[in-house]
């Protein structure tokens, strides 16, 4: 008998919209203006971009050891701590519950953030929660 993760998704999504807030993520539509020159891109990504409102809760990056999330790999030599503002725990939203993590920034409280890293909590193919690591 397989677990029933949604009444812990119900709970998640439910403790998000308490303590969070609503924030707008922002997917660039990276479609090449010109398919004769796929190389020049898009001329206004952001323009075009694809939006999502969600519910999140923003925690200081110090935070993420003690919320358990293993940084090992991530704090090696490569700048991690001074490019990360912070961390957010999302609730997966409605619209787009298991690509969130392809979107490429984030609106919080009007100021834009860039995504740097973003993982899922998904046991057996049910998305509980997504970590973003935001720098503006």
């Known amino acids: ?21 609503q924030v707008t993520f922002k997917k660039y539509d990276l479609t090449p203006d010109d398919s004769a020159k796929p190389w020049e891109g898009a001329a206004d990504p952001r323009g075009t971009a694809t939006s999502t409102i969600v519910w999140a809760v923003p925690v200081p990056p110090s935070s993420d050891e003690e919320l358990g999330i293993d940084t090992d790999d ?12 912070q961390i957010l725990i999302v609730e997966p939203g409605e619209d787009v519950p298991d690509t969130l ?28 929660l997504y970590f973003f690591w935001v720098y503006r």
Not at 101 to 128: H, M, W
């Open 1 to 21: 008998m397989a677990f029933d993760y949604l009444p812990i998704l119900a709970d998640a999504k439910e403790l998000i919209e308490e303590f969070g807030k």
């Open 74 to 85: 991530t704090r090696q030599d490569d700048g991690y701590q001074r490019r990360v503002d």
């Open 101 to 128: 993590d392809t979107y490429n920034e984030v609106v919080i409280d009007g100021q834009t953030f860039g995504i740097t890293r973003a993982s899922k909590l998904r046991p057996a193919g049910v998305t509980l």
